[in-house]
């Protein structure tokens, strides 16, 4: 079995776990547990919550004491046998603490997962540039796999979700073990600090102004991601409100069209090494900025009948902005970064991500939406996503002004070396 192919596995898996429940979680608790708002609210913001905490730091352990493919697999295994838990609980206070700690296992194995497809790849002398993206393309379709198994088997409001999701986690913890070892890059200098000797030396990239910024600038765009997650379905169900939309395919298949966001991942994520090597990460990451306006923008005037078709170019266009942000953004890790670090540092950029931007974007549009676009008759949605658009706008033209990168080719060639 060839390396990419076993990479590819991995890859596939590691989505897979959570597709095969993330989606349809809010119709088991909705639906089947008969909860609120507010108590799905709560167990959805573990994930946030789980990124702040746990990336960066067991980072730090796969950069000083643990080969980093043997910690992926016991976080793996672990989040298995949390998920097996999951169908026993009967109330939602008890299931938001056993979310977050399925959540503590599971969030910090995606920047491990990059890690390690990084490392191998580097040691077997393939081009990460080209090589990575067409591997990382199998984990969106391993999340689209899931999510149609779950609904497909009529699974998307009954437990078994949680015991498909553990069964593979446990599978692919084990098979983690099989893959080629990734040794933690420990000090060889006995009068180092204390901050050396725990591996916290990636923290003190916020010292220098360049990666402050663009850990910064992940955070923010972080919080447009989860504005997304949070509100995509809901904003495509109250077209239901309207008469002459109500039983339009959108409002009875608002999942279906909106997984045309997880298909037009696998295709930019095919794209992203004529990009980064014709324009460089910033102008990638650039272009990833302005396609979150438009997606935002296009949402603001979609509808499902006349205008469906820019409801199904926002989806398109979501993977546009996604994609090549996240990946060109752990690239931009990869290639800043001290090889005794990256597992760290490839940790805090989750943690921007998925921790802080996620916390930010629910409580501040949380808020907003409560305080400004919500009337006696629902919510004012063309407003909503316009606020959100502006948002999106106001970050990229700071971030195009404040973030200085030039580019050259041999910058992407770097990688390999």
Not at 61 to 86: C, M, N, P, Q, T
Not at 335 to 353: C, K, P
Request: proline fraction near 3%.
């Amino acid at each position: 079995m060839s390396i990419k192919f076993r990479l590819i596995i991995m890859s596939f898996l590691q989505f897979f776990v959570w597709g095969a429940w993330l989606i349809t979680i809010g119709t088991y608790c909705f639906n089947t547990k008969g909860w609120s708002g507010a108590e799905f609210g709560a167990i959805f913001s573990t994930l946030g919550i789980s990124s702040i905490l746990m990336p960066a730091f067991t980072g730090i352990i796969a950069d000083r004491w643990i080969s980093a493919e043997k910690l992926y697999g016991l976080l793996h295994i672990f989040y298995g046998l949390v998920l097996f838990y999951v169908p026993t609980v009967d109330s939602p206070s008890e299931l938001y603490y056993v979310i977050l700690l399925a959540m503590l296992f599971y969030m910090p194995t995606i920047s491990l997962s990059n890690s390690i497809a990084f490392t191998i790849l580097k040691n077997n002398k393939f081009d990460v540039v080209k090589v990575f993206p067409p591997i990382r393309v199998w984990g969106t379709i391993g999340f689209i796999v899931a999510m149609w198994i779950t609904n497909l088997t009529g699974n998307k409001a009954s437990a078994n979700q949680f015991y498909i999701a553990a069964i593979v986690a446990i599978a692919l913890g084990i098979y983690s073990f099989t893959l080629p070892n990734c040794p933690p890059q420990k000090l060889t200098n006995k009068d180092s600090s204390w901050i050396e000797s725990l591996g916290l030396n990636a923290f003190k990239l916020f010292g220098t102004y360049k990666m402050a910024l663009f850990f910064i600038f992940s955070m923010f765009l972080g919080g447009a991601l989860q504005l997304t997650n949070m509100y995509g379905d809901t904003f495509l169900s109250d077209f239901a409100n309207i008469p002459k939309y109500a039983d339009s395919f959108v409002v009875k298949y608002s999942t279906i069209i909106l997984s045309i966001s997880q298909v037009s991942e696998t295709v930019f994520i095919l794209a992203i090494p004529f990009f980064l090597k014709r324009f460089g990460i910033k102008q990638v990451m650039l272009i990833s900025m302005f396609a979150w306006v438009l997606r935002f923008g296009l949402f603001a005037y979609g509808d499902p009948a006349d205008n469906l078709w820019m409801i199904i170019l926002s989806c398109v266009v979501y993977g546009m902005a996604f994609d090549f942000f996240n990946i060109s953004g752990s690239l931009f890790i990869e290639t800043s970064t001290d090889s005794s670090i990256r597992s760290s540092a490839q940790g805090l950029f989750m943690m921007m991500t998925n921790g802080f931007g996620a916390v930010f974007g629910s409580f501040v549009s949380g808020y907003l939406i409560d305080a400004y676009f919500t009337t006696p008759t629902g919510k004012d949605w063309p407003n909503i996503w316009l606020s959100f658009a502006m948002y999106a706008l106001v970050i990229a033209i700071a971030f195009a002004f404040m973030f200085k990168h030039k580019h050259n080719r041999s910058e992407m060639e770097n990688i390999t070396h």
